[in-house]
């Protein structure tokens, strides 16, 4: 029944090693977003596209690149870990879009990433 | 810079109310949510409020008031399943969403 899946949804990996962190929808919406959640932070934003091969930068863009080919898949990738970017990841789905106020967000289950 | 408070965590007992304060600075205003987060979950969208005043969902409802900054959560007949946090997010002028840090609600028997 879930319109969005992340995968994986737990992974430790090493210091320097490149990460892929997928994103699937099933809803057809045009915008996607990928956030990162920590302990007395809010949710930051990542980057975020709002159509395909359409992406933005969000707050904490450093050390991240994201792709998204077709509209259900939106990537984030890693290209080479550090232990700050440890952290819980969510993606995230819109219909309407950052030009409609009630910009209501359906979260996927989240990744756990360890970077040791 | 933009802001977003809310107390980091409360306690309540099961059957009362409680009321979730968030206080926000923001570069413009174009609505403010409020998510539901049980631990080790996603967040699940609560309430949406664009202008002043109350907005009544089943036992939640969300208060608003732009002049003042401030927006709160209340929870009728607390119920166990209650206990997550509860994520306040503020749109701004550009809307783009800032996020509070969320409070971690205890409920007790």
């Known amino acids: 029944d879930a319109g969005i899946t992340q995968s994986p949804r737990h992974k430790v990996t090493e210091t320097g090693t490149p990460v892929t962190l997928r994103c699937h929808q099933t809803?057809?919406?045009?915008?996607m977003y990928w956030y990162r959640q920590d302990p007395g932070h809010g949710l930051r934003l990542i980057h975020y596209?709002?159509?395909?091969?359409?992406?933005d930068k969000g707050e904490v863009s450093d050390g991240y690149s994201v792709s998204r080919s077709k509209t259900e898949d939106f990537l984030l990738t890693l290209e080479s870990a550090t232990s700050s970017q440890t952290s819980v990841y969510f993606c995230?789905?819109?219909?309407?879009?950052?030009?409609?106020?009630?910009?209501?967000?359906?979260f996927g289950a989240g990744s756990r990433l360890t970077v040791l | 810079g933009q802001n977003i408070d809310q107390p980091t965590e409360m306690t309540a007992t099961e059957g009362a109310i409680v009321q979730i304060n968030c206080t926000y600075q923001?570069?413009?205003?174009?609505?403010l949510f409020w998510y539901q987060q049980h631990a080790g979950e996603a967040p699940t969208f609560l309430s949406y409020?664009?202008l002043d005043g109350l907005e009544e969902k089943g036992r939640f409802s969300s208060f608003l008031s732009r002049s003042k900054g401030y927006s709160y959560l209340l929870l009728k007949e607390l119920q166990m399943k209650d206990s997550a946090s509860y994520l306040c997010?503020?749109?701004?002028?550009?809307?783009?969403?800032?996020w509070g840090a969320g409070t971690k609600l205890i409920i007790k028997p």
């Open positions: 995230a789905i819109s219909a309407s879009g950052s030009t409609s106020g009630a910009n209501v967000l359906t």
């Open positions: 809803e057809n919406h045009r915008y």
């Open positions: 923001t570069s413009g205003f174009n609505g």
């Open positions: 997010a503020v749109m701004d002028s550009n809307y783009q969403l800032i």
């Open positions: 596209s709002y159509g395909v091969k359409d992406t």
């Open positions: 409020n664009v």
